[in-house]
């Protein structure tokens, strides 16, 4: 079908209203970058989802990483996202203001370089993300063990796709269609999705992130919606299959284990995460058990925003107390939250 006829579909609609939950903090940067929602009718409505990496790691991990980079001889690396999300008392940020030794890179593979030229130092890698950069922490862990480095540690809060949505639909998400995320699927394959959608009875479309790439899925899921089919279709074929990258996938598995995990705004979701395994746990920096999750602000509606039952826009705190340069909550720091995406692109 031709993009202006997707288009002019999308916005004429004037079915049941449906809301689609785009779970992937990058299709909400893409949605709210592209102004997609003025695109759609008003009876089809877009919703964030919990698949901001950054968004849902809770405060324990952050008071975590805190406290290991104010102890002496040891330095946290980690991406510059992080410095900014809340912890308890204090963000990471903060902490280096403090004298807490922080590095920032643009790869985790940068981390060797640093261990390598301070062999006295500790350095702990926060790593943070889900099934789209595991792959990449497991190979950290693998040129660590080849290298004979011994002076890294990662601290992970790494999570997976699937429990999460489950926990979602468990739970009487408002939703009745997910945007799932290409890239990854690009890993795991398209399949990881097909159980959830037989359970749930609830369609699944696997986009891209180009605004067209998008506006297709999002006809997918409608038309899937109004013939009542709940199935998994794959609308980025260019780069995901139904069973991903199995190379991948058997290095993820060598390395890293399921363990339940705390979601910041959520709570605890059984089998959830994942951590290094026992084997490899001489590379672990102490992520089990980082559960605690405190609110900087009460007023704060992350929580809800990351469950789908509010838009960031309606949080009393957006554009208000809570902006990129004093942010109350997760969801306004990272460049992949939603509070963060419609405070600079609007919506």
């Known amino acids: 079908m031709e993009l202006e006829a997707v288009k002019a579909y999308l916005k004429a609609y004037d079915g049941p209203e449906l809301s689609i939950m785009e ?33 849902v790691t809770p405060s324990a991990y952050i008071d975590r990483l805190t406290a290991l980079a ?33 590095e920032m890179v643009y790869s985790p593979m940068d981390v060797i370089a640093l261990a390598k030229k301070e062999p006295g130092r500790q350095f702990v890698f926060a790593a943070v993300g889900f099934e789209t950069t ?27 796709m699937p429990p999460v949505i489950d926990y979602l639909c468990a739970n ?11 890239h990854v699927c ?4 398209s399949k990881i999705f097909a159980g959830l959608a037989e359970s749930y009875r609830v ?7 180009g605004a067209e790439e998008i506006l297709i899925a999002l006809y997918g899921l409608v038309k899937m919606c ?14 995901v299959t139904e069973d991903g990258n199995l190379k991948a996938k058997a290095l993820v598995e060598k390395y890293f284990t399921e363990t339940d995990a705390a979601w910041r705004g959520i709570g605890r979701i059984e089998r959830s995460g994942l951590v290094l395994r026992e084997e490899y746990s001489r590379y672990d920096a102490g992520s089990l058990g980082l559960d605690e999750d405190q609110k900087k602000n009460q007023a704060c509606c992350c929580d809800r925003v990351l469950m789908g039952r509010m838009r960031a826009q309606e949080c009393p705190l957006f554009k208000t107390v809570c902006s990129p340069m004093n942010p109350q909550g997760a969801c306004m720091v990272s460049t992949e939250g939603a509070c963060f995406s419609y405070y600079m692109r609007g919506a």
């Open 70 to 102: 104010l102890e002496e001889g040891v330095t946290v690396v980690t991406f510059g996202d992080l410095l900014r999300v809340p912890g308890s008392s204090r963000s990471l940020g903060m902490a280096q203001g403090e004298g807490a030794r922080v």
């Open 186 to 189: 690009a890993v795991t394959g």
């Open 203 to 209: 369609p699944f479309g696997v986009s891209g992130f």
């Open 226 to 239: 109004e013939s009542g089919r709940a199935e998994v279709r794959n609308f980025y074929p260019s780069v």
């Open 172 to 182: 009487g998400a408002p939703v009745q269609g997910f945007l799932a995320p290409g």
């Open 134 to 160: 595991t792959p990449v922490y497991a190979l950290l862990v693998q040129a660590l063990t080849e290298e004979g480095v011994e002076n890294v540690r990662l601290l992970t809060a790494l999570k997976t």
């Open 23 to 55: 779970v992937c903090g990058s299709h909400t940067a893409a949605i709210a970058e592209n102004g997609i929602p003025g695109l759609l009718s008003p009876k089809l409505s877009l919703v964030s989802g919990p698949g901001c990496p950054v968004c």
